[in-house]
């Protein structure tokens, strides 16, 4: 999980780092993308991707502390990672403070009614703008 979270810092540092893309733990697809620099441009969509990936509760807080850090509008997917209400708990506890996210893909996960619902209730605090569950 460190260089998870390494990558995310990467992502939020280098302006011509727009996409990461992380699958089953970069086991199966670790890919980066690149594009010019555009240093003034803050509403670049930066996009940080984890798939088929088991984030742990402690992990997922660490993971979004990281990507609080980020200046450019920002796309968070972990979708099918394995997500329980408690991840979800935490996330939430760290969205406040992600004030570049701008999309969040939550589908696919294990969330019971009860981490929906939480999630549901909290959006109305939230500047994202596309949510997929």
Known sequence: M????????ALCS??????????????EQLTLKFCPDKSDDKQ???MFRINNSSLL?????TLCRR?????S????????????????ENLLKVLLKMTSLRRLNLSSNRLADEGVKRFLDSLPNLKITNYFM
């Open 44 to 46: 670049q969509l930066k």
């Open 67 to 71: 990507l609080v850090q980020c200046r």
């Open 73 to 88: 509008h920002l796309e968070l997917d972990l979708s099918h990672s394995s997500l329980t209400d408690t991840a979800v």
């Open 57 to 61: 509760p402690n992990n997922m807080t």
């Open 2 to 9: 460190e260089g998870v979270v390494m990558l995310a810092g």
């Open 14 to 27: 280098h302006n011509n780092l727009t996409q990461i893309h992380i699958s089953d733990g970069g086991r």
